[in-house]
């Protein structure tokens, strides 16, 4: 331990007290690893601030003693951003403490909720004033606000009502010199110059604190419709989103999924049961919603699926015909990746490409990593109507176990080129935290970096916050 950290810890117990301070190596030690549990760090404590004076406070003293802060929120983030070096040269700062909802308004449409609030207690807190947060994803029950806006985290909404950039009214920040940056207002229009609220969306904590947003609310769902089609290839599910959406603005979920991810999911996740019989290339899963009670959203799917099958976009359909069996058609989707874990090893990649590209894309690169790598199986699902889908690179049945560590960094790097060629994101949802921190510096413009570097270097001088992660 540094004495800057033996001094910010003392500090820290006597002006915060007890609560705010843990330095016992078993409580600290699970928030030290990744979500994926592929990055292990070290931190020699941990701070719990339960209120935006105590970060202020905190972010101070750490200026003065030049210690390092990790902000960390349900640590579910897909980059290691929120795990701390290994060396233990940095602080954990936890804000699962700042958890309250500060106000919640139909009338205004707006949330303030603080950064450690859960995301399925804002879903809850919404729901009971009859509207609704529109984004969600599979980590709801442990990430939190801080985080989401901190990733500018999509989801399975995104199609409708965009990430989090588009959803969040502004933010509260402590910023490197502990000064407050206060963008709650919730303002619709506010053109004075650069938007700090923007610039704190998605910096992954490089440049302050978030301590609370505003976020934006919509109506609650009065009834959703859940379908699963067959069509016969990328192009053919893209034509029938554009089909969709050309009849209809209830749309709000649109996965694809390859005939051979669902039959690994049928093969080891138990309780699962294909939505079609007959054999099928590929599959959408479609959601829409409506917070119309007398709009008939069932009836409306379902005559027009029946349309595109009349017109040959679709090879057939099923209706969920009730909840449980909607449930069940998305524990399909969200099944995948445990399922490739059950079934081997596996190389996860969160990309983007144009949206009209994504078709052509997802066969051209699967084809291409398969013949550069033989044996490896090339496969995209997931949210083909933002343009993003999860290209992953299974090991073949006689691959090595150590085929991850010997082979991943040159299948990502490959799959990285075809991204990038393509004009496309080698981080579509997840950021670029430490994961994708090297492929990132190798890939991105030089205009870019030079700009990001620029903006760390003017709101974080001194190199406190979060270092080591996105800017390379
Ligand atoms: C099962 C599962 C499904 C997922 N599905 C999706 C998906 O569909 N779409 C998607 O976009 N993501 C998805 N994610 C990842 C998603 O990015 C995270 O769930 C979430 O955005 C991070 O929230 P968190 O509170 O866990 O943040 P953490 O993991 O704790 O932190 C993430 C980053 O934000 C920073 N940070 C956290 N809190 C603050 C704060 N208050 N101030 C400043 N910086 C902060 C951290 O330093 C770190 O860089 C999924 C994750 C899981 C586990």
Redesign the pocket.
């Known amino acids: 331990m540094t004495d800057g950290e033996t001094q910010l810890i003392e500090a820290a117990r006597q002006r915060l007290g007890p609560k705010a301070v843990v330095t016992d190596p078993r409580e600290i030690e699970p928030w030290t690893t990744d979500?994926r549990g592929r990055v292990h760090g070290a931190a020699p404590a941990m701070l719990s601030p339960a209120s935006t004076d105590e970060v202020v406070e905190i972010v101070r003293l750490a200026a003065e003693l030049r210690v390092p802060l990790?902000?960390?929120?349900?640590?579910?983030?897909?980059a290691a951003?929120?795990t701390p070096p290994a060396d233990g040269s940095a602080i954990l700062l936890s804000?699962r403490r700042m958890n309250r909802i500060r106000s919640l308004s139909a009338e205004n449409r707006v949330a303030v909720a603080e950064?450690g609030v859960v995301l399925a207690t804002l879903h809850d807190a919404a729901h009971e004033i009859g509207m609704r947060f529109p984004l969600t994803?599979?980590?709801r029950g442990?990430?939190?606000i801080?985080?989401?806006t901190?990733?500018n985290?999509?989801?399975?909404q995104v199609l409708k009502f965009g990430t989090m950039r588009s959803l969040v009214a502004g933010v509260e920040?402590v910023l490197s010199d502990g000064s407050v940056h206060s963008g709650l207002s919730g303002l619709k229009k506010d053109n004075r110059g650069y938007s700090i609220d923007q610039l704190l969306i998605g910096a992954?904590?490089t440049l302050?604190?978030?301590?609370a947003v505003a976020l934006r609310l919509v109506p609650a769902v009065a009834a959703r419709a859940v379908a699963w089609a067959a069509v016969e290839s990328p192009e053919r599910a893209l034509d029938l989103l554009r089909f969709l959406e050309a009849r209809t603005s209830a749309i709000e979920g649109f996965e694809l999924v390859p005939e051979d991810s669902l039959a690994l999911v049928l093969k080891h996740v138990p309780n699962t049961r294909a939505p079609l019989t007959g054999e099928h290339r590929w599959h959408i899963l479609v959601e829409s919603a409506t917070a119309d009670a007398q709009h008939d959203i069932g009836a409306e799917l379902e005559r027009l699926l029946g349309l595109a099958l009349q017109q040959g976009i679709i090879g057939d359909a099923a209706l969920a015909s009730n909840e449980a069996q909607a449930e069940a058609f998305w524990k399909l989707r969200d099944s995948i990746s445990e399922a490739e874990r059950a079934e081997g090893q596996t190389l996860a990649h969160d990309i983007s490409v144009p949206v009209a590209d994504m078709p052509r894309f997802i066969v051209d690169a699967s084809a291409e990593v398969e013949r550069r790598f033989p044996g490896v199986i090339a496969s995209g699902f997931g949210h083909l109507g933002d343009g993003n889908i999860h290209f992953h690179v299974r090991a073949g049945s006689h691959a090595a176990a150590d085929w991850y560590s010997q082979e991943g960094e040159a299948i990502t790097r490959f799959v990285d080129d075809l991204v990038t060629a393509a004009g496309g994101s080698i981080s579509a949802?997840?950021?670029v935290?430490q994961l994708k921190r090297a492929e990132f510096a190798r890939l991105a413009p030089p205009g870019r970096i030079h700009a990001l570097r620029a903006i760390k270097q003017a709101l974080d001088p001194l190199g406190i916050m979060?270092p080591g992660?996105l800017v390379p």
Do not use: D, F, R
């Open positions: 979500w990790v902000p960390q929120g349900g640590n579910t983030g897909m951003g929120a804000m950064a994803l599979g980590a442990s990430c939190t801080g985080g989401l901190s990733t985290a999509g989801g399975t920040a992954e904590g302050g604190v978030i301590t949802e997840h950021g935290g979060n992660k």
